[in-house]
């Protein structure tokens, strides 16, 4: 017996917000960890971005409340990453106030 597993859909400004963080600087396998992405997806969505090709999954109409909530979960990702790297800098410069 087969299962067929249905693939996740994501709206394009999930995908564009995605592909911000990593043009931004993060590495790949950073924001697709915090996305909960798989890697070579992400990197799918990036090549299309240079190549100018990035679009939606499907062509049906997104909900207001579901672009939010893409635009939250990508702003969350990029907050979360800030606050992780200025942990970071303040343990290091503490580590040298010693």
Do not use: P
Not at 60 to 87: C, F, N, Y
Request: avoid cysteine.
């Amino acid at each position: 017996m087969t299962t067929k597993t249905s693939r996740a859909r994501y709206t394009l400004e999930f995908k564009q917000e995605a592909v911000r963080l990593v043009v931004g600087g993060q590495s790949i396998a950073a924001a697709a960890r915090m996305l909960a992405l798989v890697d070579q997806t992400l990197f799918n969505w990036v090549k299309a971005h240079r190549e100018g090709k990035l679009t939606a999954a499907d062509k049906t109409v997104v909900s207001a409340e579901q672009m939010e909530i893409s635009r939250l979960r990508a702003e969350l990702a990029r907050v979360k990453m800030e606050r992780d790297i200025l942990g970071k800098a303040t343990a290091y410069f503490a580590k040298e106030a010693k």
